[in-house]
């Protein structure tokens, strides 16, 4: 008897060790992480910070990539408990595609972008970015276009007859698009009087650099490469149309609404960056790190200079900007819906978007967010 019993101790201590083992491989619930713990020794150490994980999408032009790279390199964001990561794309569209499957919580986008993200995948506009002067037309140097005069459109070469029949190579749906759909408007030209060939723009560039298509759009460091080559003349400036748009940083809805305290700081973190790529004493090591994450990530050779002329054709604004998109202006609406709004009106007058679509992409702009950012990042830098 004494035997058994003892047996049975034995299998009850077997089961205990086999239990606590067991819990402690179990892996943590939680998808937050712990940043490194203080030191027990020290009294006076800070208890760790819960990082809370942030995928975040950008594209590569200096307008959206530099503020995500600027800010991934100085860690503004980790200082504020977030674990960021960023994706790049070649355009709107297929980032846009890729946030119902995950990849990426918050986005930093053109504008035709950002309404169709409005429109299609339940998305709100938080904040804007830089405002990009960099979208350029390039036609040959040796063509009939680049030799003739400015026309009725300022800082744009020729007039209707000379555009009509050009192979014109751009990105359908982006902010080049609509560059073109406005000068063709202006022109009194339809798409139907040019031969359109959609190409992302990175793509575009190869194919016209070797020979194809009369005329490209492109903006960021493809603009400065073009203008830095003989071969290649500008014929069109979209800014010449007092019609640039900013970057949008947006987030889908349902998403948005459960993560307040993190988007509120994620936007506090982004104003910091923007302000700082707003400092023209920051610009060239924007330009060093965007050059740097080029090559490594992508493989694309994007010099200093290039990365650097294309900054400076990007406006950031200042603080005071922003505290205006926050306010109500005199027609009730904030000022981020009426900025928001002249680039849904420029889809409109083009033919891309139906006026009847107004109300429901200013409903989906939001500038709640922004303005407790904006309040934070004045508690954190007032002396």
């Known amino acids: 008897m004494k035997k058994i019993l003892a047996l049975v101790l034995a299998l009850c201590m077997v089961f205990a060790l086999c239990a606590c083992g067991s819990t402690a491989s179990q892996p943590a619930a939680d998808t937050k992480t712990d940043a490194p713990a203080a030191d027990a020794g020290n009294a006076d150490a800070e208890a760790p910070v819960e990082m809370v994980d942030l995928p975040t999408s950008g594209q590569n032009v200096v307008q959206t990539a530099v503020p995500l790279i600027a800010g991934e390199q100085m860690g503004i964001w980790e200082k504020l408990g977030l674990n960021v ?3 790049h794309y070649v355009s709107g569209p297929p980032q846009l595609e890729a946030n119902p499957s995950g990849d990426w919580d918050i986005g930093w986008i053109g504008a035709p972008a950002a309404i169709t993200g409005v429109l299609t995948y339940n998305m709100k506009v938080i904040s804007l970015s830089g405002y990009d002067y960099s979208n350029k037309a ?3 140097s040796d063509s009939a276009l680049a030799k003739a005069a400015e026309g009725e459109i300022p800082e744009t070469l020729g007039s209707a007859d000379d555009w009509k029949g050009l192979t014109i190579l751009v990105g359908r749906g982006t902010v080049c698009d609509a560059d073109l759909m406005f000068m063709l408007d202006k022109l009194g030209l339809t798409e139907d009087d040019v031969n359109i060939v959609n190409s992302d723009i990175d793509k575009g560039y190869q194919a016209f650099t070797s020979g194809s298509a009369d005329v490209i759009f492109v903006s960021g460091t493809y603009t400065t490469m073009l203008e830095e080559d003989p071969n290649y003349t500008v014929c069109h400036t979209m800014g010449g149309m007092n019609a640039a748009m900013a970057g949008n940083i947006i987030a889908e809805g349902d998403w948005l609404a459960a993560n307040e305290d993190t988007v509120v700081k994620y936007l506090e973190g982004a104003l910091e960056v923007l302000l700082w790529c ?10 060093e790190w965007f050059s740097q994450v080029m090559l490594d990530e ?12 294309s900054e400076k054709m990007t406006m950031f604004p200042d603080l005071s900007f922003y505290e205006n998109l926050c306010e109500v202006q005199e027609n009730g609406l904030t000022g981020l819906q009426n900025e928001f709004g002249t680039f849904f009106d420029i889809q409109v007058a083009i033919g891309n978007r139906d006026a009847a679509d107004r109300d429901a992409v200013l409903a989906a702009v939001d500038a709640s967010y922004l303005a407790k950012a904006i309040d934070m990042y004045k508690e954190l830098h007032t002396a």
């Open 278 to 287: 707003a400092d023209n004493a920051n610009q060239e090591q924007g330009a």
């Open 298 to 309: 992508f493989g694309t050779e994007t010099t200093v200079d290039a990365a650097l002329a």
């Open 85 to 87: 990561t960023r994706t």
């Open 138 to 140: 390039f036609c040959r």
